[in-house]
């Protein structure tokens, strides 16, 4: 679902002089800060868990259920996207902040441009950091932004849609029930209220304002539409993702309607639209599976019925013609 909460890129010198500034501070203990309390962000505690290492004030058990929220999606991301836990060597920063607040006075501190959300992830170069807070919502929340980190370690810089709607999709679980049926609900009730998919208006969007919460919720339904089709439609997406970067290479939206996937299909996946075939004609790429053909015996055309053989003459007409009758 869509949440309260922001990834984004800052520019790269603004984002470097904001780290520098921070570390100063920090190291500094100057006034502006001491006024605020003892740092901005908490160092108190650290723990590290796979490529993650958290840092909060009050300590962190690693049988916490926010450390095992993050075991649990290294393993969701390497199941569902034929992976391993272990490739991501990190390190990733996990700062938790101890209360809403706190968070705030943060964000209003070095990020004033961005809204006020209960998480969000920041990547430079190869630096991957997620801020957030103690609360009721923070295993979810560090997973949808944790899902970032390590989407853009193992595949780089991806499509903003994308990355939103694969984080929608392993935040809570993908085998949570009760989540997809709350979500399959409200793009029920989108539907209704005249919505249609667009996957192509989807892919221009590149800045994370421009993000509506029905664009987050259609996101999550595009992926989880291929991420439920283990034979093909999982592969596709996995090849599309291993693709980025590459000179030439299909949208994903250019992919699906080469194969016949439209924005029907997406409808009939939600169970709100029946599915509807689309003809299409073979590619160059349905040559790299083995084809069957199957044909009638009979031509297309109508051949000519043969000429029957002329009767043989009866008897009396045969001996009147002895006769010369």
């Known amino acids: ?33 001491a006024k605020r309390g003892p740092t901005l962000l908490p160092t108190s505690q650290q723990l590290k868990t796979g490529p993650f290492v958290l840092y909060s004030n009050a300590p962190m058990e690693r049988e916490a259920p926010a450390v095992q ?17 272990d490739e991501d060597q990190g390190p990733i920063e996990v700062y938790v902040l101890d209360d809403r607040n706190a968070f705030l006075h943060l964000l209003r501190f070095y990020f004033p441009e961005l809204p ?29 932004e944790a899902a ?14 994308l990355d939103e709607g694969l984080a929608e999709y392993f935040e809570v679980g993908p085998d949570d029930p009760g989540d997809r049926e709350r979500r399959l609900d ?20 590149d800045e994370v304002h421009q993000m509506e919460p029905r664009d987050y919720r259609e996101s999550w339904a595009w992926v989880d539409m291929l991420l439920s089709d283990a034979k093909t439609g999982a592969p596709l997406l996995l090849s599309h993702l291993r693709s980025r970067g590459v000179a030439g290479a299909a949208t994903l939206a250019e992919t699906l309607a080469a194969r016949g996937t439209d924005d029907s299909a997406l409808l009939a996946h939600l169970g709100v639209e029946p599915a509807r075939l689309v003809a299409r004609k073979p590619t160059a790429a349905d040559k790299s599976h083995d084809r069957v053909v199957r044909l009638q015996d009979r031509s297309a055309e109508p051949s000519p019925r043969p000429a029957a053989d002329p009767r043989r003459p009866g008897l009396l007409r045969r001996l009147g013609t002895f006769l010369g009758l």
């Open 1 to 33: 679902m869509n949440r309260p909460r922001n990834s984004t890129r800052p520019p790269r010198l603004r984002l470097a002089a904001r780290l520098a500034l921070a570390a100063a501070l920090l190291a500094s203990g100057c006034s502006t800060v």
């Open 69 to 85: 929220a993050l075991d649990h999606l290294r393993s969701d991301l390497a199941t569902r996207l034929n992976g391993s836990e």
């Open 116 to 144: 006020p959300r209960r998480a969000f992830f920041l990547a430079q170069d190869d630096q991957r950091i997620v801020y957030t807070y103690q609360g009721p919502m923070l295993e979810e929340d560090l997973r949808h």
């Open 148 to 161: 970032h980190a390590l989407l853009r370690g193992r595949f780089g810089d991806i499509p903003l849609w």
């Open 186 to 205: 409200r793009l029920t009730a989108d539907v209704k209220e005249g919505w249609r998919p667009d996957l192509r208006r989807l892919e221009t969007l």
